[in-house]
């Protein structure tokens, strides 16, 4: 089965802080992920089968998988999570209320966030969910595939790669992350943090495996 580029068209125009040019590019090389990832995966089953994966090209198509499909994905959730008219974060939500316990002050999250996406480099920011010790972290992903908490759940997803501002800022990366903030649909981001807080039990076996 193969993956397919979901249809973020809707996005193109309208989205504000972000032409519709910059839109339409940034949309292209993603769907250029989805297409490397589908080739690469056909690739190394062919190899599986062939008993070729102790071939050194084996592993060096093993690496460049993992750094296609986590760009597909994670620009997915990136595009998941912008909207044309944001409004603002409910800060009394479960999700509000789990940032200010995690960060003290929204504010301070919101500084420590932009701080993480100001950071010389190119990568992604990332607001995740460690869902095991159910605690929250801004963690900075280097390229696609270094810098990920392994078990933790992204919820607010910011690409930081120049592809996804130079067009419309140049360098001025903190006026990108601005219009980024602006654009954010908190309702996805509480939901993808729903997903965890509501599976039966879950949060007692998180509390028992920590404690």
């Not at 607001?127 to 759940?153: C, K, P, Q, S, Y």
Request: net charge positive.
């Amino acid at each position: 089965m193969e993956y397919r580029a979901r249809n973020f068209d809707h996005l193109v125009k309208g989205l504000s802080g972000f032409s519709e040019k910059l839109m339409k590019n940034h949309l292209s090389l993603y769907q250029g992920y989805v297409k490397q990832t589908n080739h690469l995966a056909t690739a190394l089953l062919r190899m599986d089968r062939l008993g070729k994966n102790g071939h050194p090209e084996y592993a060096e198509l093993k690496r460049r998988f993992g750094w296609e499909f986590n760009g597909m994905r994670l620009h997915e959730l990136y595009f998941e999570n912008l909207i044309k008219r944001s409004t603002p974060l409910n800060k009394q939500s479960a999700l509000g209320d789990r940032m200010r316990r995690d960060f003290g002050r929204l504010d301070t999250w919101k500084k420590s966030f932009l701080g993480v996406g100001g950071m010389r480099g190119i990568g992604w920011v990332i607001l995740a969910h460690d869902t095991r010790a159910d605690r929250f972290f801004n963690v900075w992903i280097n390229e696609h595939d270094t810098g990920l908490l392994v078990g933790a759940m992204p919820l607010l997803v910011m690409d930081v790669f120049e592809h996804a501002y130079l067009q419309d800022y140049g360098l001025n990366r903190a006026a990108y992350m601005q219009a980024f903030m602006n654009a954010i649909d908190w309702a996805v981001v509480e939901q993808r943090f729903g997903m965890f807080r509501q599976t039966p039990g879950r949060m007692a076996a998180v509390r028992r495996a920590v404690s």
